[in-house]
């Protein structure tokens, strides 16, 4: 099954960014559908971003405008641009294959205002 690491997460003060990284192994990795979703303390995981192997790109409402989802398929990477960091986005983001149905670790993102 294929392995998806992420990186990037940390604490910010409102009005900030981040830069989250997802890394998957195998080599199949221009061909998948990849994904961003969050989940915050008490509430159901979301998605957040997706972004199909052309590059299409679909985002949440929430996070419209201020998230950017993007691919480098010479690194098998996928990456989430966070700016504008609100209090509301505090949560624990992932990184999912749709053609597997693989998920990462996880990255905490924690946004004080």
């Known amino acids: 099954q294929v392995q998806l690491v992420e990186s990037g997460g940390g604490m910010v003060q409102a009005g900030g960014s981040l830069r989250l990284s997802c890394t998957a192994s195998g080599d199949t990795f221009e061909k998948a559908m990849m994904a961003w979703y969050r989940q915050a303390p008490g509430k159901e995981r979301e998605r957040v971003a997706m972004?199909?192997?052309?590059?299409?790109?679909s985002y949440a409402n929430a996070v419209k405008d201020r998230f950017t989802i993007s691919r480098d398929n010479a690194k098998n990477t996928v990456y989430l641009q966070l700016n504008n960091l609100q209090p509301e986005d505090d949560a624990v983001y992932y990184c999912?294959?749709?053609?597997?149905?693989?998920w990462g670790q996880g990255t905490q993102v924690t946004v004080s205002s």
């Open positions: 972004i199909g192997p052309g590059g299409t790109t």
């Open positions: 999912y294959r749709y053609n597997d149905n693989s």
